[in-house]
T-cell receptor
Framework: EADIYQTPRYLVIGTGKKITLECSQTMGHDKMYWYQQDPGMELHLIHYSYGVNSTEKGDLSSESTVSRIRTEHFPLTLESARPSHTSQYLC????????????????FGNGTRLTVT | TQLLEQSPQFLSIQEGENLTVYCNSSSVFSSLQWYRQEPGEGPVLLVTVVTGGEVKKLKRLTFQFGDARKDSSLHITAAQTGDTGLYLCAGEVFNKFYFGSGTKLNVKP
């Protein structure tokens, strides 16, 4: 029943390669997010977007970049991967809540587990 | 710095026991969510609490939001092996969600 899709699920690449992690959602949500998570640990926000052509950096510094050209698509790119980028990357989306004082919760994809050798 | 502190970090109990997980902060949140995550998957929402003092029940799970909207607890009654997973709380501040470090729960048969 996943409405938010991430590809690939697993990726093993060598240092210096350029990679793009894909994320698409079919719910029409305006807001999308990228989180980085080490196994079994907390999630750190690295990028977010409130709509088309809107992107912001999150609280965890990241060398990755994102784009939001279409509502449903929010890809993340690493120009030159390094072993320190090895982690799980989770994409999420949400919509504005029923009241302006808070937002609807996050819907997550199943993540991309990236290993850089 | 950690905005949300979760405790305990690890919990291993026998099936049928009760447990409580805590999520604490010095910040006030617009809303707070609890998620459960299984290995290799993304977190899945369990509940959202919005009002200070709010209590929500989801079968054997009881969630409470602190009066000041700074903390929350999750209580599981008669735990089952299917409850095993990573439980994460997330607080909403200025349209962003901040996650706690998680509680890894293992329920043994």
């Amino acid at each position: 029943e996943a409405d938010i899709y991430q590809t690939p699920r697993y990726l093993v690449i060598g240092t210096g390669k350029k990679i793009t992690l894909e994320c698409s959602q079919t719910m029409g949500h305006d807001k999308m997010y990228w989180y980085q998570q080490d196994p079994g640990m907390e999630l750190h926000l690295i990028h977010y977007s409130y709509g088309v052509n809107s992107t912001e950096k999150g609280d965890l510094s990241s060398e990755s970049t994102v784009s939001r050209i279409r509502t449903e698509h929010f890809p993340l790119t690493l120009e030159s991967a390094r072993p320190s980028h090895t982690s799980q990357y989770l994409c999420a989306s949400s919509e504005w809540g029923p009241r302006s004082s808070y937002n609807s919760p996050l819907h997550f994809g199943n993540g991309t587990r990236l290993t850089v050798t | 710095t950690q905005l949300l502190e979760q405790s305990p970090q690890f919990l291993s109990i026998q099936e049928g026991e009760n447990l409580t997980v805590y999520c604490n902060s010095s910040s006030v949140f617009s809303s707070l969510q609890w998620y459960r995550q299984e290995p290799g998957e993304g977190p899945v929402l369990l509940v959202t609490v919005v009002t200070g003092g709010e209590v929500k029940k989801l079968k054997r799970l009881t969630f409470q939001f602190g009066d000041a909207r700074k903390d929350s607890s999750l209580h599981i009654t008669a735990a089952q092996t299917g409850d095993t997973g990573l439980y994460l709380c997330a607080g909403e501040v200025f349209n962003k969600f901040y996650f706690g470090s998680g509680t890894k729960l293992n329920v043994k048969p």
